[in-house]
């Protein structure tokens, strides 16, 4: 009898959710087969069966979220059985061998939720999770009259969906299973009460420590941005000529992050905690581009970006951010940045500041270009410029540094075909 367990996927990780159960209990389990979905701060995996077997008993229910370690399906190779008849005095809470194989990564996204116990309501012991539990109570739901789908006969929340009339207002009533303290929708200010996503769950915490631990130095410079856009629009209407795919500010702008962390390896630095006498200064250069995706906000990492023109960088750019609206990033993809740039001049935002991705040291938050008057040799002309804000951890990156490194990017900016040379 093997004891299948949640596995830690992640740095970040510290619990995770079983998403979908591809194998109920009495199946037939071979090598290979795809047992579970199950979700992480970070992805949605696939967990393969590494031995054969029938799956005896699922023991966390679909939804359900539980800490690294806990135990969430058994299965029975015949190895326990053989066991216990050699030995009867063979222990009964032998857990057995524990899977290590590694899960396959396919998407996005965390949550946190108690154990789920089986409970009586009203009637005969019915086995749902709490947070099925907390929907039945908001739509006054009779546990007892609800037929489970799940494995077990377990209540899962399609369930209360398909027995509801009113199962169009479940995702304004869904309330997570755990929030402490709780909130409670006013009447008297119109409230609804709708889920968080496990994404939207891990950024809440995450930026939430990002911004109470680490102090952040703020420093906004503008750039001349009229060169910039000029050759662009030339760039572009030559690549357009021959076929290949046009460049983006975007684009242009982690090249020149990436050639300015060259030259100021410092900022290209994480800090490691309050009782170490060292930081790290890394190496390679490794920007992380905020995508705005439908699943939430991630943050793809592009490696070794210095070492790359500005069509590989927005080729590859444009990759990680269709995979991340198709929640298809793999951990891989979103790990080992050393420095991050979140744009929202798309969105028309002229000017902001970022709070830090940890264990980064600093994060670039860039507005839009916009045409402004500005004095060019004693005459007032239309130009276009650009402001971006550079969030720094002032415990590794002094003003000074972070002043340096804005002025090495915007003379790149500012000479735009340096970036492209």
Known sequence: MIEIKMPRLSDTMEEGSVATWHKHPGDRVEVGDILVEIETDKATMEYEAYEAGILTEVLVGEGDVVAIGTPIALLDTGVATARAVASPAASATDPGPVSTRPLRVDTVETVTAPVTVPEVENGPRRFASPLVRRMARQLNIDLSRVRGTGPGGRIIRRDIVDFDDTSAQLDELVVDAVSAPPVI?????????????????????????????????????????????????????????????????????????????????????????????????????????????????????????????????????????????????????????????????????????????????????????????????????????????????????????????????????????????
């Open 185 to 421: 929708a006013d009447e008297r200010r119109g409230s609804e009460v709708i889920p968080l996503s496990t994404t939207r769950r891990v950024i809440a915490r995450r930026l939430g420590e990002s911004a109470r631990t680490i102090p952040h130095f703020f420093v906004t410079a503008v750039v001349d941005a009229e060169a910039l856009v000029t050759m662009r629009t030339e760039l572009n209407s030559q690549l357009a000529a021959v076929a290949r795919s046009k460049v983006s500010v975007n684009d242009l702008l982690i090249r020149a992050c990436a050639l300015a962390l060259r030259e100021h390896p410092l900022v290209n630095a994480s800090y490691v905690d309050d009782a170490s006498t060292t930081m790290l200064i890394h190496h390679r250069i490794n920007i992380g581009v905020a995508v705005a995706s439908e699943n939430g906000l991630v943050v793809p990492v592009i490696n070794d970006a210095d070492q790359k023109s500005v069509g590989e960088l927005g080729v590859e750019a444009k990759r990680l951010a269709s995979l991340a609206n198709d929640k298809k990033l793999t951990i891989d993809q979103m790990s080992g940045g050393t420095f991050t740039i979140s744009n929202l001049g798309m969105f028309g935002v002229e000017q902001f500041t970022a709070i830090i991705n940890p264990p980064e040291g600093a994060i670039l938050a860039v507005g839009s270009t916009t045409v402004e008057p500005r004095v060019v040799d004693g005459v007032i002309e239309a130009r276009h410029t650009m402001r971006y804000t550079l969030s720094s951890d002032h415990r590794i990156i002094d003003g000074a540094l972070a002043a340096q490194f804005l002025r090495t990017l915007t003379t790149f900016l500012e000479n735009p075909w340096s970036l492209v040379a």
